[in-house]
């Protein structure tokens, strides 16, 4: 490519791994495999007279040759799955460090791009190395999941004709992945086609649970092991309650169990007012993992027809409601330019209250904007798909919470209670006791 008067060369090293993110061959074997791969690589990018390579060492040595033999200008070299090639006794770590601390920084003109499917390996091993790689990137490249106006502009380009709520529907099971939004088919609607995909026998995303897990990491079982105990509290637990229902060891391992899920968009963390650091509160926000938890987990036997026939029941309404609030968690960007504080600095949490009087069942709001022109937004979250109408004894309930927030928190902002609907709030006499409202069609706005 060529772009400001700059000649680019890109060189792509990629390595084989199996489906479940596990090598296909023995331990002994995959380092002689993934090192002929990398030669095969070299050979295709103009390194002609290559013998087996025996080492990693080796390998990133005759790669540099091949770097030094290209023309001047920058050259990008992208070494994707990299997880996979650091397999047991293989030495590629080193290998990588000496290959970048001993050739590389002494050029101006080598762009190394680190990729790989294995989340905790990137985390661990590159975010988090104390060696030769430490203080070493130069940037992060984070693939943000897409929110809902860029899912509905790619659905477009599909030819996928849904209206808005279905797209909501489809983000509320699917979230942000571009990869499973594109597996929906235009010919089928909505509900043939999560049918299709996750109740059919042999359907592509049926599996996708366990799949996706063991392939982001590389030891899964304490990953899954917190999620599925996150995914039966909906308000989300502290790190002691983690460690008390799920049994894994309150160490630096759980510490960097929890730093990835968040990474990865699997949870959100956040401080609740007043409180220490370490008393934070994870919630579990991924869409998938919680629709897999209601409708799929152990289910051997699923109606292929699942979701067609279910999509009116009580259950379904229930957990639409439960996930409209998790995508209002996604959209933060758009409730603030809603609420017009895109500029403002805030501080985004949930908030919950456990009273001391056993008669009283406390309170909880899953999103919070206190703002630094002395306001905060409690954020009421309904899924209805007709105007949400607020009563009198709704009503009350939300003055009441108002007051208890302000009474718990000691907040000297003033309070203001949004109300975050599909199709706004009706106007009737008790509509104007809130102060601002956020609809679906907002959240499909752009962020300022």
């Known amino acids: 490519m060529a772009g400001n008067n700059v000649s680019y060369e890109h060189t792509g090293i990629k390595t084989v791994k199996g489906e479940c993110g596990q090598s296909d061959l023995s331990k002994s074997d995959g380092m002689k495999y993934q090192l002929a791969e990398f ?27 091949l770097l030094e033999k290209k023309p001047a200008g920058r050259k990008i070299v992208f070494l994707d799955e990299c997880p996979w090639m650091d397999t047991p006794r293989s030495d ?18 080598i762009a190394l791009i680190i990729c790989g499917s294995a989340a905790s390996w990137v985390v661990g091993q590159i975010d988090g190395d104390v060696g030769g790689l430490h203080n070493r990137l130069t940037r992060h490249i984070y693939l943000r999941p897409f929110n809902l106006g860029e899912c509905k502009r790619f659905a477009e380009a599909k030819g996928l004709v849904m209206t808005k709520t279905q797209l909501l529907e489809c983000y509320m099971i699917f979230g942000g992945v571009a990869y499973y939004w594109d597996l929906l088919r235009k ?67 759980l510490t960097e169990v929890l730093r990835t899920l968040e990474q990865c968009d699997f949870i959100r963390a956040y401080s609740l007012p007043n409180k220490a650091k370490n008393d934070r509160i994870f919630q579990l926000i991924d869409n998938f993992t919680l629709f897999h938890f209601k409708f799929m987990d152990g289910v051997a036997n699923p109606m292929p027809n699942f979701w067609s026939a ?26 603030k330019a809603k609420l017009g504080v895109s500029g403002v600095i805030t501080r985004v949490f949930g908030w919950r209250y456990r009273a001391a009087d056993d008669g009283d069942a406390g309170a909880q709001i899953d999103l919070v904007i206190e703002r630094d022109d002395r306001v905060t937004n409690l954020c009421e979250v309904k899924y209805r798909k007709g105007e949400f109408a607020i009563d009198e004894k709704y009503d009350l309930h939300l003055q009441s919470r ?18 975050i609907t599909v199709n706004g709030v009706r106007r009737n006499p008790y509509w104007n006791d809130i102060q601002s409202e956020v609809t679906l069609d907002d959240l499909f706005g752009t962020p300022e």
């Not at 000691?410 to 949004?418: E, K, M």
């Open 92 to 109: 590629f770590l080193p290998a990588l460090d000496h290959f970048w601390n001993g050739w590389c920084t002494m050029r101006k003109d």
């Open 39 to 65: 030669a095969e690589s070299l050979r295709r990018y103009g390194l002609n007279k290559i013998k087996r390579l025996t080492s990693w060492r080796e390998a990133f040595l005759k790669l540099s040759e």
């Open 310 to 335: 279910a999509e009116q029941t009580q259950a379904v309404r229930i957990w639409c409601g439960h996930a409209f609030e998790r995508v209002a968690l996604q959209h933060v960007d758009q409730i």
């Open 402 to 419: 108002r007051e208890t927030f302000i009474e718990e928190t000691g907040t000297s902002n003033a309070v203001h209670i949004t109300m």
């Open 187 to 253: 010919d089928q609607g909505l509900a043939q086609n999560i049918d299709r995909l996750l109740f059919a026998r042999g359907g592509a995303l049926a599996d996708e649970y366990h799949h996706l897990y063991r392939a982001l990491f590389r030891k899964p079982e304490p990953y899954m092991a917190v999620v599925r105990a996150l995914g039966t509290k909906k308000c989300g637990m502290n790190r002691d309650e983690i460690i008390a229902e799920t049994g894994l060891a309150g160490n630096g391992k």
